[in-house]
C-alpha cells in the first residue's frame, strides 16, 4: 500500500515538473514583475485606451484616415498580449462630429458608456461626445455632452483629451481646453462632474492643473487618476514645443493638484500597473516624426515624493 502511495506521489510530481517546464516556456518572454500585480489601472495613450471586462482585454482604438480625418476602433484580446485585427468604426457620424472621432475613454457600469472627441465640419474640437453600449461591440451614440467655453475663457478654441472615471458615486470626467496666450495656443486641463453620467457641469476652479515654465510649457493633458490609500495620482502629459514628456501630479480630492516634476522624458504615458506604491508605466518613447516604441518603467512612489 505504501509502495503505491509513493509510486502515486512521484507521478503526481512527475505532473507537476512537466507542467512548471511548460509554464516556464510558454510564459519565457514575459517579465513577470511587469505582468502580474494586484491591481491592474489603465489609463490612456496617445491613440488606444484600454479597459478589462470578463478577463477580456479591450482596446479603443482613434484611427487616423482621410474620410473621417479621425474615427474610433477596437481590438481584443484573452491575454493582453495577441490582439484581434482592428474593427470598423464604431460610430456612425452625425453633424456635431461629422469630420471625426477621437480620444475614447470607457467606463463600464450596468452599460458601456464612451467618452471621445468630436471634430466639427469646420475642423475644431468642438466637443466632447458620449455613445453607449451594452455589449461593448454595437454603439449607439448619445450625443455631445460637454462643449468648449465662451470667448476669452480657458477652454474657448477646443476641448478634447477626455478622461473619466467615478468615485463615490460622481462621474470625474478630465479633459484638455486650449486657449491663445502670448500668440500661442496653451492647454491646461480642466474638470467636469455629473451625477448621471450625461450631465455635466464644468468645475469654477477650472483649470486644475496648468502648463509650467519648462518642460510643460506649452501642453499638459490628463491620464487616467489612480489612487493609493487617501491620495490620487495622475501622470499626465507635457510638451514644451519640441518634446513630449510624462509628469507627476497628486491630490486629495481630485480638486487641487500638485506636480512632482517629470518622470520620463521624450515620452507619453501609456497603461500602468500598480501594487501599493510601486507603479510600472508602460510609455512611448517618439524616436522620429513618423516612429515610436513602447516601454517599460518602474517606479516607488514613496520615494518620488519625498524628494
Avoid at 66 to 81: N, V
Avoid at 203 to 226: A, C, E, M, Q, T
Avoid at 231 to 252: D, E, H, P, Q, V
Amino acid at each position: 500500500m505504501i509502495k503505491i502511495i509513493l509510486i502515486l506521489l512521484l507521478i503526481i510530481l512527475i505532473i507537476f515538473l512537466i507542467a512548471l517546464l511548460f509554464a516556464i516556456w510558454l510564459f519565457k518572454d514575459f517579465k513577470f514583475d511587469e505582468y502580474f500585480h494586484k491591481d491592474l489601472f489603465l489609463l490612456p495613450d496617445c491613440n488606444f485606451r484600454s479597459i478589462v471586462k470578463n478577463s477580456i482585454f479591450h482596446i479603443f482604438e482613434e484611427v487616423s484616415g482621410e474620410d473621417p480625418i479621425w474615427y474610433i476602433a477596437k481590438r481584443t484580446s484573452l491575454d493582453g498580449i495577441h490582439f484581434s485585427d482592428r474593427s470598423e468604426s464604431l460610430l456612425e457620424r452625425s453633424d456635431f462630429d461629422r469630420c471625426g472621432q477621437a480620444d475614447p475613454t470607457v467606463i463600464i457600469e450596468n452599460i458601456w458608456r464612451m467618452y471621445f472627441d468630436a471634430l466639427t465640419e469646420d475642423h475644431v474640437w468642438d466637443r466632447i461626445g458620449l455613445a453607449l453600449s451594452t455589449n461593448g461591440e454595437s454603439w449607439v451614440k448619445y450625443g455631445p455632452i460637454l462643449r468648449r467655453g465662451g470667448n476669452g475663457s480657458w477652454d474657448d478654441k477646443s476641448i478634447h483629451h477626455p478622461v473619466i472615471i467615478k468615485h463615490e458615486d460622481i462621474y470625474y470626467l478630465f479633459y484638455s481646453g486650449s486657449s491663445h496666450r502670448d500668440k500661442h495656443i496653451i492647454r491646461s486641463i480642466g474638470l467636469a462632474t455629473s451625477k448621471d453620467g450625461i450631465h455635466f457641469i464644468k468645475h469654477l476652479k477650472n483649470p486644475l492643473l496648468i502648463p509650467g515654465p519648462d518642460w510643460d510649457k506649452n501642453y499638459v493633458r490628463p491620464s487616467r487618476p489612480f489612487q493609493i490609500n487617501d491620495l490620487w495620482y495622475m501622470l499626465y502629459w507635457g510638451y514644451n514645443g519640441k518634446y513630449r514628456s510624462i509628469g507627476l501630479a497628486t491630490s486629495n480630492d481630485l480638486i487641487t493638484w500638485t506636480k512632482w516634476g517629470k518622470l520620463i522624458e521624450n515620452a507619453t504615458a501609456s497603461d500602468v500597473i500598480v501594487e501599493w506604491d510601486d507603479i510600472g508605466v508602460w510609455y512611448t518613447v517618439f524616436t522620429s516624426p513618423n516612429k515610436n516604441s513602447l516601454n517599460y518603467k518602474n517606479f516607488n512612489l514613496s520615494q518620488i515624493l519625498k524628494k
